[in-house]
Structures are given as structure tokens and as C-alpha cells.
């Protein structure tokens, strides 16, 4: 099927009390490992391409995959853009055909965030696609936890919040509620009620980032609060890179390279099977996609023969 925007999927997601996965893709096997899991489990999926992985790939390479996998797939797929950091980003995966962006002008005083912010969405609504914007900052550290103390200075204040959203007209919103970015260990607890402030106060779908370093039992919590898009990153590059190592250590004379990374690909399967369940996304899927059925080919084995 043709990609789809994040906005129909998100606001169903937040109704009936579940979250949408949305996963950074870094190369071809992310991108198939993603959609092929969201395929198997009948559920919707996000895939995200951050502006590094744009620096690192292009974002023409990224869009002509994402929406190859998409066409194949018989399940809604959304090409998003994760922390865009300025307008011309934004811009740029538009006319690449992202059906999805955001811009992330955290880092930049309130009055700046904004008006950046209303910029990308007034051009991005014109042609249909919803924005994300983040109000708070979700930090950024080297793997281990941030001291909760620590971190309550980045959170969101629903007050600015509904500012944010009013002034800008955003789709969705990212929010800081105890979450940080790249941690390898799954130990952050979340500001429940914030998130459910803020929830009442804008009454769109909240973005949670940072995912993979928070504790599983408060995900269910989240989403009922209102968190409707949840983003993992590291917990793919975790998988990835572990089966690499293992693969290499077991043959490391190997020069057919996808003896390492086809595990790697099916590594990154599980976790975001994990994922996709712990979101309560499983199945939800529109049957209609099934019906109409994705042109499908005679399996090919990926693998050459020896
Ligand atoms: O935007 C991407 C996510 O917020 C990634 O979070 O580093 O916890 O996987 P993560
Ligand atoms: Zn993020």
C-alpha cells in the first residue's frame, strides 16, 4: 500500500488506549526488519529517519526504501522525519515525500520554537502532512540513567504546552516526562500525571522519545495518559550491533558480509516484536489493507547460495 500520514493513525491509537511504534531505521535491513514485523503482527507502523541518519544516507535513499517496504506491505506504514533540526530539513523530506515530519526546535528559546515550528507546519499542512513539534527537551546521555532530580528542569510544562500548540497548530506533540535519549538500560520512571495534564490540555496525540531507556511497566501507564506515539531508537541499534559482534566473533576471517548481517536483521525483528506488543498495537491494522492485498511475488530466498 501507498504510505500514510501518522495523523489518522495516531488520533485512533490515542482513542482506543494504544501507542504506535515509531522506529528509527538505519540502513535497508532496519527498514525491512520493521515493516516485516508490523506485517506479521497485523499493526501499524512508524518508520523514522532522523536527520543523521539523513547525513549518513541521503534522504532519497531512505524514502525510495521506506516506501518500496510500504508498497509491499499489507499493513498502514508512515515515513516520518525524527528531530528535524531546521526548516530546510523539513522541506527537504516534503518533496522527498515523507508523509510525516518533525521539527524539533527544543534547543531554542520558547518564542524562537514557535514560530520555526508554525513555519513547517503551515508549509507541510498544505499538501497534507502532519508535524510534530516538542515543547521541553528530552535529553540526550552517553547510556546510563539521568538522576530523576536531574531531569525534572527539561520537563514539559502543560502551561507552555498549550501555548506551543495553539500558536502552532501541531499535529502531535513530543514531551519531556522523564525520558532521555540513547539509554542502555531500561531504568527511567515516567511523570504520569504530567502526561496526563498535558493530554488535558491539548488533546492531541502525545510522542514519548526516549523509549528504549524506560522500564516496560510504564508504558501501559503512559499510553493511558496519552501517549499515543512511542519512539525506539537505541534498543534496535542495541540489537543490531550485538548479533554483528556475535556473528563476528563466531567467523571473523567471514568476508560475505551478510553472514553478519542477516542475524542482525532478524535481531532487530524481535525487539521490535517486543515493542509492537508492549504498545498494545497488535492487530490493529485495518482488514481492508489485507483485503486489497499488496502485489505479492514468488519468495525469493535472501540468502546466495554457497
Ligand atoms: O527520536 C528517537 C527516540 O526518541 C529514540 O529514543 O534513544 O531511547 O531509543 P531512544
Ligand atoms: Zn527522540
Redo the contacts with the bound molecule.
Sequence with gaps: MPLVTSKGLLEKALQEGYAIG?F?ANNMEMVQAIVETAEEERSPVIV?I?QGAINYGGADYFAALVKLAAEKATVPVVLHL??GMDLAVNVRCLREGFSSLMFDGSKLPFAENIAITRQVVEIAHKVGVPVEGEIGK?PTTKGEAIPYEELRQFFTNPEEAVEFFQKTGVDSLAVSVG?A???KVREAILDIERIAAIREAVQIPLVL?????VKDDQIPLAIKAGIAKI?????LGKAFTAELQKAFAADPGQVDLRKYTAPARAAVKEAVREKIRLFGSQGKAPDYYKDEGAWSEPEIAREAPE
Excluded: F, L
Aim: proline share 0%; aromatic share 0%.
Design positions: 515509531a528509527n523514522q532522523s525524527d528531530h528530552v525520558s535519549h540513547k539509554m522519545h526516549g523509549a528504549s531507556g519512539n525506539v531508537a537505541t534498543e
